[in-house]
């Protein structure tokens, strides 16, 4: 009995792995509103969330300049709520761009140094990562990263709506697991209990 319960878990989680590896991932940005528009009812300090899913593998479309890559937007959707509204949400029929800037001048910092960039585009809304150092992105692959850069690395990171008029600064970046990763942990803990249980129940 135990030797199947092992089997049958064992391929349980071997099923979900190749899932768990999958192309599609999920970022959590959150921070503050630093800019108004005058038609809008929100206010400077308001918080935000943002929750992107992307494709990692998202394939570059024609170059536009040898310094900005532009990816695929097809599998990109962003969540977003501000302040107290209700969470809204866009997917790639709204228009839009994945783009990779590659050592070019933050537009923030004109005469500083030459820095990286990732920006998600859909519709009036983006958000923007720039950094230094962005590292090495194969993009005849169309890889891009799969976690979100240290927060500490950034040089400057906003969120807009340009249909409200608003600006945003990003405090945090983080990853947001995706489902089969919790299944595969359920998995994992189903199996334990049922060892458990199962030498709980053998006599002496």
Same mark, same amino acid.
Request: with cysteine; net charge negative.
């Given at each position: 009995?135990?030797?199947?319960?092992?089997?049958?878990?064992?391929?349980?989680?071997?099923?979900?792995?190749?899932?768990?590896?999958?192309?599609?991932?999920?970022?959590?940005?959150?921070?503050?509103? &630093?800019?108004?528009?005058? &038609?809008?009812?929100?206010?400077?300090?308001?918080?935000?969330?943002?929750?992107?899913?992307?494709?990692?593998?998202?394939?570059?479309?024609?170059?536009?300049?040898?310094?900005?890559?532009?990816?695929?937007?097809?599998?990109?959707?962003?969540?977003?709520?501000?302040?107290?509204?209700?969470?809204?949400?866009?997917?790639?029929?709204?228009?839009?761009?994945?783009?990779?800037?590659?050592?070019?001048?933050?537009?923030?910092?004109?005469?500083?140094?030459?820095?990286?960039?990732?920006?998600?585009?859909?519709?009036?809304?983006?958000?923007?990562? @720039?950094?230094?150092?962005?590292?090495?992105?194969?993009?005849?692959?169309?890889?891009?990263?799969?976690?979100?850069?240290?927060? &500490?690395?950034?040089?400057?990171?906003?969120?807009?709506?340009?249909?409200?008029?608003?600006?945003?600064?990003?405090?945090?970046?983080?990853?947001?697991?995706?489902?089969?990763?919790?299944?595969?942990?359920?998995?994992?803990?189903?199996?334990?209990?049922?060892?458990?249980?199962? @030498?709980?129940?053998?006599?002496?």
């Amino acid at each position: 009995m135990t030797s199947k319960l092992h089997a049958l878990c064992g391929a349980a989680l071997l099923a979900l792995a190749p899932l768990a590896h999958a192309e599609l991932v999920s970022w959590s940005f959150q921070g503050q509103l &630093t800019g108004v528009g005058s &038609t809008t009812s929100h206010q400077l300090g308001e918080g935000f969330q943002a929750v992107v899913n992307f494709d990692t593998a998202a394939k570059e479309l024609t170059p536009i300049n040898p310094n900005r890559h532009s990816l695929d937007i097809s599998a990109l959707t962003i969540r977003y709520q501000i302040g107290a509204d209700s969470w809204r949400q866009l997917d790639a029929s709204a228009g839009g761009l994945i783009y990779v800037r590659d050592n070019q001048i933050n537009p923030q910092e004109p005469t500083g140094p030459l820095v990286d960039g990732l920006t998600f585009q859909l519709g009036a809304v983006s958000l923007i990562l @720039r950094w230094s150092d962005l590292g090495a992105i194969d993009y005849s692959q169309g890889l891009l990263p799969s976690t979100p850069p240290a927060m &500490t690395q950034l040089v400057a990171q906003q969120f807009q709506d340009n249909g409200q008029g608003l600006i945003g600064q990003i405090d945090t970046v983080s990853a947001v697991p995706e489902p089969e990763s919790y299944l595969m942990l359920l998995a994992g803990l189903g199996l334990i209990g049922a060892l458990t249980k199962r @030498r709980a129940q053998k006599p002496g």
